[in-house]
């Protein structure tokens, strides 16, 4: 099993462009999140899917939609990327009989 | 909502010694879930423990133990014969029954030989 895989792994975009950060799970859970993490700080939370076909706020969602597209996929999207967006992405999934969220390694994206 | 307070931002510890890292939460929920994850300088994020609102006893996991005061709001994480892989950043983290985790703002543990 990969776990929970992300990519790209680093990306860099000027001001104003869009991108897609792709996030795939083979462990069969029913829930997906995406977290930014700046530097020094903890993970906040971007969106959650609580279940296929659902999607949530969640702190700072602004800037940034989602997509879930199946059980295995959760994908985010920069529609116009500020440099006030450049963080560590992490997605995790989580399936409803377990506590634990499991992490993917990351992207680092800076936005110029 | 719910908040997470990590009030030490660095601390060294001796190897071979006990530590113990701080974490105070705040919610108004019943039914809440404390976590600590380890983020060693790679970057990717470790669950450690995990202790339930309503466990009664306090978890451990190896040499991690959680010290669970629901009286003082506080989940403390003790590491017990620190090891030189264990110097992270160590984050608290709660959640409520949507699986949403918030986290604080981290403490860094280096261990010294």
Known sequence: NAGVTQTPKFQVLKTGQSMTLQCAQDMNHNSMYWYRQDPGMGLRLIYYSASEGTTDKGEVPNGYNVSRLNKREFSLRLESAAPSQTSVYFCASRDYSLVEQFFGPGTRLTVL | ?113
């Open chain 2, 1 to 113: 909502a719910q908040k997470i307070t990590q009030t030490q931002p660095g601390m060294f510890v001796q190897e071979k010694e006990a530590v113990t890292l701080d974490c105070t939460y705040d919610t108004s929920d019943q039914s809440y879930g404390l976590f600590w994850y380890k983020q060693p300088s790679s970057g990717e994020m470790i669950f450690l423990i995990y202790q339930g609102s309503y466990d009664e006893q306090n978890a451990t996991e190896g040499r991690y133990s959680l010290n669970f005061q629901k009286a003082r709001k506080s989940a403390n994480l003790v590491i017990s014969a620190s090891q030189l892989g264990d110097s992270a950043m160590y984050f608290c983290a709660g959640s409520s029954n949507t699986g949403k985790l918030i986290f604080g703002q981290g403490t860094t543990l280096q261990v010294k030989p």
